[in-house]
């Protein structure tokens, strides 16, 4: 369990689709490190597996424990996962794939750091990098792939990943409903973070990143012309945010 002296408490979301091969693995991986105090958020995209039947087991396992199980939109990663932060009630957000391992102590390391910075708007972790059985593959993906920090650096080519991020939940009550057209949520919800304070890359490995056949993102660049859509689509979804940032403004004088 999670440390009891944190007072923060945590909503942990998991977009799931056709993901019996490894999730319960990492939904075991979270539970121990949850308190009574935090939430965990599973959306699950309706699939043929047996992906709701171990997420069902799962929770009646830990029935101390907060674990909603909601039934996706079934309309692709991007919606499912805005459909499970539109039921987040806790004070962090930590997003999470369905495939991936927790290290023992990312939740205790990651409240802890929001506990101590109240300005701290959003953390992205490093990640080990490993194979579908878990084999290490590189041990920082930070380094793999040249993340940078910085607002526009992330504009120009993007370094969060959201299996690695968490945030407040002032991050996620601006950022819906997710403006659209969008490339992905992770860098969406990072660069609001940045709008509204301050961004810290932590250096850290705390999550074991499984690559495998059936990924829903990837490791390969996209195309040229695919990555100057990406990037105009985005420009224009922090312009809908600005507007958003100006509305509350006003209506709060």
């Not at 080519?157 to 407040?168: E, P, V």
Request: hydrophobic share 40%; glycine share 4%; with cysteine.
């Amino acid at each position: 369990m999670s440390n009891p002296n944190t007072s923060l408490s945590a909503s942990i979301v998991l977009a799931a689709y056709q993901g019996e091969r490894y999730i319960r693995d990492q939904i075991n991986s979270i539970v121990k490190q949850m308190s009574q105090q935090d939430e965990l958020i599973i959306s699950i995209d309706p699939c043929l597996d047996q992906t709701l039947s171990i997420c069902q087991d799962i929770q009646n396992e830990y029935p101390n424990l907060e674990i909603k199980i909601l039934r996706g939109p079934k309309q692709g990663l991007l919606k499912n996962f805005e459909h499970g932060l539109k039921h987040v009630s806790k004070e962090i957000v930590l997003l999470c794939d369905q495939d991936d391992e927790w290290m023992d102590n990312k939740l205790e390391v990651v409240k802890d750091h929001f506990s101590k910075d109240p300005s701290l708007m959003a953390i992205v972790h490093d990640a080990a990098i490993c194979d579908a059985n878990l084999n290490l593959i590189e041990p920082s993906f930070f380094t793999f792939r040249g993340s940078k920090e910085g607002y526009m650096a992330n504009i120009i080519k993007n370094s969060f990943i959201g299996c690695c991020m968490a945030l407040k939940k002032e991050v996620i009550d601006l950022a819906l409903p997710f403006i659209q057209p969008l490339p992905m949520h992770d860098q969406y919800l990072g660069l609001i973070a940045y709008k509204l304070g301050k961004v810290e890359f932590l250096k850290q490995p705390l999550v074991r990143y499984r690559r495998h056949g059936d990924n829903a993102s990837s490791l390969h660049h996209a195309s040229i012309g695919q990555q100057i859509q990406w990037r105009m689509q985005i420009i224009r979804a922090m312009r809908q945010i600005q507007k958003r940032i100006k509305n509350r403004s006003t209506r709060k004088k």
